[in-house]
């Protein structure tokens, strides 16, 4: 079946950065977007911006330009987002979502999901 | 950019019919998606485009779409129902960017 794996759990620093991993399988990698939303506890999703595993072209939502990098590594079907520069107000769980929309879809279609990957900042 | 703006809670009484609406510019050139979120649960798609479920949504969840404001109409809600609902659409400002709602909190009564 169609499945997106994220890594673990991460504590880091402010200031420091973090690279989260998102693992694909049961489809072809390099045939879909693959998006980053976040959530901080209680609150409600946030895109970050979206990465084409094909090309390698990105897209950043304006809020995280010059603080975000999504990459891919396409021999192992695995997305990647690095978040830089972080502070306490990064803490959240940050979910990647394949993007099923076709091309000229008038809609997007996050589906599916990871299972997201929680990242505390704390001193 | 684009912003899509939702009613933070909606109640139904069990059985009953419940609309939760998202208004945004966005909306009158790109369809909402619609997402499910139950507690320490990640997002799941239940409604896309101009009325289609993904394979296991049940019957009951439907949307539709009028100038600038989408729905979700859940027919007969379950207990199983309660959850965060959370619209999203591409954004009309030009760039390839997309946008979410606020999210919805439905309780089932």
């Known amino acids: 079946q169609v499945q997106l794996v994220q890594s673990g759990a991460e504590v880091k620093k402010p200031g420091a950065s973090v690279k989260v991993s998102c693992k694909a399988s049961g489809y072809t990698f390099t045939s879909y977007d693959i998006n980053w939303v976040r959530q901080a506890t209680g609150q409600g999703l946030e895109w970050m911006g979206w990465?084409?595993?094909?090309?390698?072209?990105?897209g950043y939502a304006q809020k995280f330009q010059g603080r975000v990098t999504m990459t891919r590594n396409t021999s192992i079907s695995t997305a990647y987002m690095e978040l830089s520069s972080l502070r306490s107000e990064d803490t959240a769980v940050y979910y990647c979502?394949?993007?099923?929309?076709?091309?000229?879809?008038?809609?997007?279609?996050?589906?599916?999901w990871g299972q997201g990957t929680l990242v505390t900042v704390s001193s | 950019s684009s912003e899509l703006t939702q009613d933070p809670a909606v109640s139904v009484a069990l059985g009953q019919t419940v609309r939760i609406t998202c208004q945004g510019d966005?909306?009158?050139?790109?369809?909402a998606s619609w997402y499910q979120q139950k507690p320490g649960q990640a997002p799941v798609l239940v409604i896309y485009g101009k009325n289609n479920r993904p394979s296991g949504i049940p019957d009951r969840f439907s949307g539709s779409s009028s100038g600038n404001t989408a729905s979700l109409t859940i027919t007969g809600a379950q207990a199983e129902d309660e959850a965060d609902y959370y619209c999203n659409s591409r954004d009309s400002s030009g760039n390839p960017h997309v946008v979410f709602g606020g999210g919805t909190k439905l309780t089932v009564l």
């Open positions: 979502a394949r993007d099923s929309a076709f091309v000229g879809e008038l809609s997007s279609r996050f589906d599916p």
């Open positions: 966005s909306l009158r050139s790109y369809y």
């Open positions: 990465m084409n595993p094909n090309s390698g072209n990105t």
